[in-house]
């Protein structure tokens, strides 16, 4: 049973799909106007690690992720897109394409999976329009002379998400600078574009761009359907973003948009939260010109519980670093051991034990740090057999999958250039191992030189012959 904690609850509930053995997840993506930062990978790190246990427990998966290329606006009601154009010098389109780049291949070195699909709310204009139509015409949003907005008193259940209901934003509110909306709260679906604004497409409500929630309730139900299962962001995004994405949908549907709500807490940096906006973030680039690995990063981001905030600093990730390359070492230990011992079939009940509490771990709100924990007993206690010699080749290479099978959640032990040898390199192989069965040595030492012309050498080992990249 998988259980994960729910924003809208605020309980740990029992994960049950929408449609059984089929999970929808949609990511918030990035505002793509300047360089990803670690808070973004912490984010995204945690999206990845509840799709791998998702799929760890044989579910298949659907997950679907944004890029933020129009919309989000800033205090000033400038679209952030915009600032960057004129800062770089460089078209809306030509920024969102450099940092998506960035944001993307920065995902790959943590190991982060691509999602199904990935979309640009630039891309889905047409969609939006199409359900701020559905929200005019039945009756949740009205139009005054700057766009359309979402009229919030309207949808009884605002604030189920953040606590902040009508009531409450009532006696928060500042004056209010645009006196043609009916209430404060109320937020904009279409904003009708001012002369030279670069990013403008027509509406039937006039030459305009998408307000910044509209593009997430627009796409999520355009690859997902009506109803999601799982929906994620860091915790800035409760409120407003998420609060105004179950108004829309749920106002244009009427329909529970989302069964779970995850978010991660912010990764901060001296205390305070690294953002963009207040400049005091820190890249992944930054990380790796102290001589960091990306996955000693994706290390410190498991030991630490997305629901408790992760202040980050370099002696954490120098003990992070320390303690991944132990898991790195052991495996490494594992692939080279030739145990010549008998059968311990002590091992055999370790494993076992400490492979069902890894899935309880992972299955209760990713307790990643818990799982961590049992990866690091085991390798402990296989450490002593090993050094008290009391296991067999069988027990090595058993223990060796089992951390290649948390691994599936973890991610962090680094690709095997040996098994990424080309298919046609693996047939001679194969043929190598004929050619050895019927003794024919001068056929083998043949083969193994054209292998070796293919860029790969031959290790042989108890196991039987492994490629390695040269
Ligand atoms: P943004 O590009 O600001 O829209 O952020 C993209 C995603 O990263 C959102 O889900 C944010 O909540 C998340 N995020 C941004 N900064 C942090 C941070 N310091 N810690 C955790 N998550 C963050
Ligand atoms: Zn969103």
């Given at each position: ?80 897109m915009l600032l960057a154009s004129e800062r770089e010098k ?89 006196p043609e909306k009916k209430h404060p709260a109320d937020f ?283």
């Open positions: 049973m998988i259980k994960f904690y729910n924003t809208l609850s605020k309980k740990i509930e029992e994960f049950k799909p929408v449609k059984k053995d089929f999970v929808r997840i949609y990511n918030c993506g990035p505002t793509v106007y300047d360089y990803d930062h670690l808070g973004h990978m912490w984010t995204y790190t945690m999206a990845d690690i509840m799709r791998r246990v998702l799929e760890y427990n044989k579910l298949k998966v659907r997950q679907v992720m944004n890029i933020t290329d129009v919309g989000h606006l800033t205090e000033g009601d400038v679209d952030k460089k078209t809306p389109g030509q920024i969102c394409e450099f940092y998506t780049k960035i944001f993307m291949e920065n995902r790959r070195k943590l190991n982060i999976l691509e999602p199904h699909i990935i979309c640009k709310a630039t891309e889905h204009i047409k969609e939006m329009q199409g359900l701020i139509k559905k929200l005019l015409d039945n009756g949740y949003a009205y139009k005054i002379t700057d766009g359309i907005y979402y009229n919030v008193p309207k949808f009884k259940d605002y604030g189920k998400l953040s606590g902040n209901t009508v009531e409450k934003l009532e006696v928060g509110a500042r004056i209010e600078v645009n904009a679906l279409w904003i009708i574009a001012k002369p030279g604004h670069l990013m403008q497409w027509d509406s039937p409500w006039g030459r305009g761009y998408p307000g910044w929630h509209i593009e997430c309730s627009a796409m999520s139900t355009k690859y997902l359907g009506d109803e999601l299962d799982i929906h994620t962001g860091g915790e800035d995004n409760i409120f407003p973003h998420h609060e105004n994405e179950i108004a829309q949908s749920e106002g244009a549907t009427g329909k529970k948009f989302v069964r779970i709500w995850m978010h991660t807490r912010f990764l901060n940096i001296e205390g305070e939260k690294m953002s963009k906006s207040l400049g005091n973030f820190m890249r992944l680039q930054d990380i790796e010109k102290k001589g960091f690995e990306p996955l000693a990063l994706r290390y410190l981001f498991l030991i630490t519980h997305y629901r408790t905030p992760l202040n980050f600093t370099w002696e954490g990730l120098k003990a992070a670093d320390t303690a991944w390359k132990r898991v790195l070492e052991f495996m490494d230990v594992l692939k080279n051991l030739k145990a010549k011992s008998g059968h311990n079939e002590e091992i055999d009940k370790l494993i076992e034990k400490s492979k069902e509490e890894f899935s309880e771990a992972i299955n209760f709100d990713l307790d990643t740090p818990k799982a961590v924990a049992v990866m690091f007993d085991f390798m402990n206690k296989i450490n002593k057999f090993i050094a008290e010699k009391k296991l067999d080749q069988k027990n090595v290479l058993e223990s060796y999958n089992l951390v290649k099978d948390f691994d599936k959640v973890f991610a962090i032990l680094k690709e095997e250039k040996e098994t990424k040898a080309p298919k046609d390199v693996l047939k001679l192989l194969e043929d190598r191992e004929k050619a050895r069965k019927e003794k024919d040595w001068t056929k083998a030492d043949e083969i193994r030189e054209k292998i070796k012309k293919n860029g790969f050498m031959i290790l042989d080992g108890d196991s039987g012959p492994r490629l390695k990249k040269i």
